[in-house]
């Protein structure tokens, strides 16, 4: 495998720390909440803020119209050394209300009360309705050159670098909900542009539950908490959601990339996105093409297991987003390549009789290869969230010369959409004035005033054409690279509420996805469908649903029926014939491993000589080094990320074992539940705990020395990808050769082809 550039950044910054003082200086483990370590008493002498930490970055600072203003973008920020009201009047004191005596009522003059009590009453904004659980990120992309063929878009040009910036979401839960639940993942990302801003709005699923956005408000309700009791948060599995996709077939594409592990994605950075939609592309010509938009990363596509993200909900809630922002801080920048499948614009809009505009429905990359055409790498976190990721407006309409939108119906209603959700969100229409959402191209819109109007505009004719002011704006033509809302011949056809014949399918593209599937896959897929429906109370909706399934594939459906208990239904439609696509699978390759996390339990009574050395190693190859211990501080020089006590094993990609550490004083049950029933065990019980969960989700665990007795009291010695060896650097580099596939699936041997 090669290495990747991230790597090779943090390998170069590890090799000039070590070789400069050794041990003591190889870089921090990310996280830390400031730019600089706070004092132990109060500070008293007044400065200036603090800089930002080194990955945060800002948007750009521009005019609400698009032009740069040259101030440095920290200028956005507080500024000067004391407080003062949001007017600039500075205070002398922000603890205690004015007051008719130290015991008396506060009085209504008090302004400063007013003034900070008012704004905090006013902080919060209505969360998106969907996609309201989100993170974001700065970064940069790169065309490679290869679409200049089939778009006149600028940015997609050899060479050009565009700023960008992208969220991640889930769809269902609140902004407070976890980040590993099992649903869709947004992908939406934002493209400043000098032709004007691109909005990416893509998901980590490239099929959507219905066909036309009518229904959208419908699949939505149904996915959200029931409107009497709003529970359960975050979750598809309820009456309510089984109760639409059971009776909208449509929806069953969708449903199993759901119950599949895409539904939990073991990081947003090995996680693909998709543009979902046909979109159509314009060549300086005229000429156009239909393509489908498609993310790839770098790391490779990677799940969680299903007992993981159950953990890590209650561990870390926050875990998609703090993997996201601390692999920038220690220079594993996520990386992206963006694909476009490319299609002939014939009147039919269809391929190998696929039809395009049908958003259920993909187009294998076997029948049409993914071709690069350029590389995002995210390498700056916001300074604020919600002036950034918060306040970030994407619209599918925001779109520049080049790409065009097709008569896909769902797409259709987002354009709709999107823009009339800002209204209510932002408090007007001039949210794309906010800091987070200015172009980078030169706006001459005629839009006046409204809420929230940050421009100053000059002239008094803000209409077309004038002469008051010297006819400005003008309008643009080729030369000038206006964009052409393309041609389209509408075929003559009578107004109706319809859908096409070819939207008819609703099942061989569910078969074409089960079939592709890895046979450990498929007992994922099982598992989730045999939960969610075990979940619902209706027995009429476990019994609609398993129709369904009879009529994807007999295997799954008789293997969800055993697990709920029911009889299995025969199939109302015949079976497609379907050839399985690979590219679907997330199974069988290997992938570098940037910035994965390796816990490494020492012992510190025991041998710590290795340790040293591969703390070293784990940082020199890209990953990022967890000790674990039975207490805080240090162990021999060395600082303890994690205790028996606070860690646990769904933090870490691979788990090492440099010692057998005895129980701790607080290995007791009345004060840590995970130290369980200690009995004879000569090791702490935590540890036992954290191996044998680690070896269930399927995760490498190497040791050496003392650290095989944890093996041999675990039970998993001479098992697949567990690792002993005689040194530590010996059982490193076999641990990295097998971490290159993310699991060790060979170790559960699957019940089902």
Request: contains cysteine; hydrophobic residues 40%.
């Amino acid at each position: 495998m090669e290495s990747s550039k991230p790597t090779q950044i943090v390998k170069g910054v590890v090799e000039a720390a070590v070789e400069k003082v050794g041990d003591a200086l190889t870089p921090d483990v990310p996280g830390a909440p400031g730019s600089a370590p706070p004092p132990l008493k109060e500070p008293t002498t007044p400065h200036g803020p603090l800089p930002p930490k080194d990955e945060q970055g800002a948007p750009d600072t521009r005019t609400p119209t698009g032009a740069e203003t040259g101030v440095p973008k920290i200028a956005k920020g507080q500024q000067g050394a004391y407080l003062t009201t949001a007017n600039g009047a500075r205070l002398r004191d922000t603890d205690h209300s004015l007051k008719a005596g130290p015991r008396g009522p506060v009085l209504l003059q008090d302004h400063h009360l007013r003034e900070k009590i008012t704004h905090f009453d006013h902080e919060r904004i209505p969360e998106r309705v969907v996609h309201a659980r989100g993170a974001g990120a700065h970064g940069t992309f790169v065309a490679y050159g290869t679409a200049e063929e089939v778009t006149r878009a600028g940015f997609l040009k050899k060479g050009r670098e565009t700023p960008v910036f992208v969220r991640f979401s889930t769809v269902l839960g609140s902004r407070g909900s976890a980040d590993t639940v099992r649903d869709t993942r947004g992908f939406a990302t934002k493209f400043y542009t000098d032709e004007g801003t691109f909005d990416l709005v893509a998901n980590n699923i490239p099929v959507f539950f219905i066909q036309d956005a009518i229904k959208f408000p419908d699949v939505i309700h149904a996915g959200k908490p029931h409107p009497d009791r709003e529970i359960p948060q975050a979750q598809s599995a309820h009456d309510t959601f089984w109760d639409f996709v059971s009776l909208h077939t449509e929806a069953q594409h969708h449903t199993m990339w759901n119950m599949s592990d895409r539904g939990i994605p073991r990081s947003y950075r090995t996680m693909e996105g998709f543009g979902v939609h046909t979109f159509r592309m314009v060549d300086e010509a005229g000429a156009t093409v239909l393509v489908k938009f498609h993310w790839k990363p770098k790391l490779g596509v990677h799940s969680l297991t299903w007992e993981e993200a159950q953990l890590i909900g209650g561990i870390d809630p926050d875990y998609h987003r703090r993997d996201l922002y601390d692999a920038i801080e220690a220079g594993a920048f996520p990386e992206w390549e963006l694909g476009i499948q490319v299609f002939p614009d014939t009147p039919e809009e269809t391929f190998a009789g696929i039809d395009l505009l049908d958003p259920t429905k993909i187009v294998p990359e076997e029948l049409a290869p993914v071709q690069p055409i350029g590389k995002l790498t995210l390498n700056k976190t916001p300074r604020n969230f919600f002036a950034e990721t918060e306040q970030v407006a994407f619209h599918v309409g925001h779109l520049p010369p080049g790409i065009d939108v097709t008569n896909d119906p769902l797409l259709q209603g987002r354009l709709f959409s999107y823009v009339d959700t800002q209204l209510t969100r932002l408090g007007g229409p001039n949210f794309t004035q906010i800091p987070i959402n200015r172009p980078h191209a030169d706006v001459n819109d005629m839009l006046r005033d409204g809420f929230h109007q940050h421009a100053v505009h000059a002239g008094v004719a803000p209409y077309r054409p004038n002469s008051l002011d010297g006819g400005n704006p003008f309008p643009a033509g080729d030369r000038e690279h206006a964009f052409v809302d393309t041609p389209v011949t509408v075929a003559e056809a009578p107004k109706v509420r319809a859908a096409p014949a070819s939207f008819d399918d609703h099942y061989s593209q569910v078969r074409l996805f089960w079939q592709s599937m890895s046979p450990v896959e498929k007992e994922h897929i099982i598992r989730a469908y045999t939960f969610e429906l075990g979940k619902c109370y209706h027995q009429a909706i476990k019994d609609r649903q398993l129709q369904c399934l009879a009529n994807v594939d007999p295997v799954l459906c008789e293997q969800v029926a055993i697990g709920l208990g029911l009889p299995v239904p025969q199939p109302t439609v015949p079976f497609a014939d379907v050839q399985p696509s690979p590219a679907l699978s997330q199974v069988g390759r290997e992938w570098p491993a940037d910035g994965r996390m390796v816990g490494i339990v020492v012992d510190a009574q025991g041998d710590m000589n290795d340790v040293h050395e591969v703390r070293r190693a784990v940082f020199a190859a890209g990953m990022v080094p967890l000790l674990i211990a039975a207490h805080g501080g240090t162990v021999d020089g060395l600082p303890v990320q994690r205790t028996f006590a606070t860690g646990r094993s769904v933090e870490f990609d691979a788990v090492l074992l440099a010692g057998a550490p005895a129980p701790a004083p607080d290995a007791l049950p009345a004060r840590d539940a995970k130290a369980g029933a200690a009995g004879s065990s000569t090791v702490d019980p935590r540890v036992l705990l954290l191996v044998e969960e680690a070896w269930r989700h399927a995760k490498v665990i190497g040791a050496w020395g003392a650290g095989a007795e944890v093996l041999n009291q675990a039970g998993v010695t001479g098992t697949p990808g567990v690792v002993t060896g005689g040194s530590g650097a010996e059982v490193l580099t076999e641990v990295q050769r097998l971490m290159a596939a993310h699991r060790v699936w060979e170790r559960f041997p699957a019940s089902v082809a």
